[in-house]
Antibody
Framework: EVQLLESGGGLVQPGGSLRLSCAAS????????MAWVRQAPGKGLEWVSS????????YYGDSVKGRFTISRDNSKNTLYLQMNSLRAEDTAVYYCTHIASRHFDYWGQGTLVTVSS | SALAQPPSASGSPGQSVTISCIGS?????????VSWYQQHPGKAPKLIIY???KRPSGVPNRFSGSKSDNTASLTVSGLQVEDEADYYCFSYGGSNNWGVFGGGTKLTVL
């Protein structure tokens, strides 16, 4: 059974940093592209970032480019999202997702990030 | 920018409803990588259609997808009460603009 377990969310002040983690199990992590998708309270889904199976290719949405960094440790079956220079508009539930071809077939339950003073 | 979806749609049990998703020649029009997601309140999204018209195992065949030019569509036939949820489309957009979601459609089963 595929499991994606996010952690690292919480309350952070504007301008601060946070690192999210996603522990993966139930599939061959090192052969899988992964992504982060977020959802602001009461709003729709927004694709944030994707990473190839090896980590050599990364992609970012315009709203986070230059501030967020996606990475992975295939030896630990873990996906990361380093978030810097956080803004109030980054407040959202962040979902870790498994990419199959160019769609998201498995989702974690999400971790809430709140950016507020 | 986000793909365009109607904010709401509705239908009675047993009826059919179609939700549109309008993109551009850079995303929906260029790739057959359009997917649809169902999200119930407080839950994580669930994949229901991928590659325009394919259904994952376990998704009822009442859900179907199609695409014409820059517009993708999701049709739910034989509406059931449990189909009431938010629906989002997503399109791959190439390496320069990897992906984009639609704004979402709230489906109400009257």
């Amino acid at each position: 059974e595929v499991q994606l377990l996010e952690s690292g969310g919480g309350l952070v002040q504007p301008g601060g940093s946070l690192r999210l983690s996603c522990a993966a199990s139930g599939f061959t992590f090192s052969s899988s592209a992964m992504a982060w998708v977020r959802q602001a309270p009461g709003k729709g889904l927004e694709w944030v970032s994707s990473i190839s199976d090896s980590g050599s290719s990364t992609y970012y949405g315009d709203s986070v480019k230059g501030r967020f960094t996606i990475s992975r440790d295939n030896s630990k079956n873990t996906l990361y999202l380093q978030m810097n220079s956080l803004r109030a508009e980054d407040t959202a539930v962040y979902y870790c997702t498994h990419i199959a071809s160019r769609h998201f077939d498995y989702w974690g339950q999400g971790t809430l990030v709140t950016v507020s003073s | 920018s986000a793909l365009a979806q109607p904010p709401s749609a509705s239908g009675s049990p047993g009826q059919s409803v179609t939700i549109s998703c309008i993109g551009s020649s850079s995303d929906v029009g260029s790739y057959n990588h359009v997917s649809w997601y169902q999200q119930h309140p407080g839950k994580a999204p669930k994949l229901i259609i991928y590659e325009v018209n394919k259904r994952p195992s376990g998704v009822p065949n009442r859900f179907s997808g199609s695409k014409s030019d820059n517009t993708a569509s999701l049709t739910v036939s034989g509406l059931q009460v449990e189909d009431e949820a938010d629906y989002y489309c997503f399109s791959y957009g190439g390496s320069n603009n990897w992906g984009v979601f639609g704004g979402g459609t709230k489906l109400t089963v009257l």
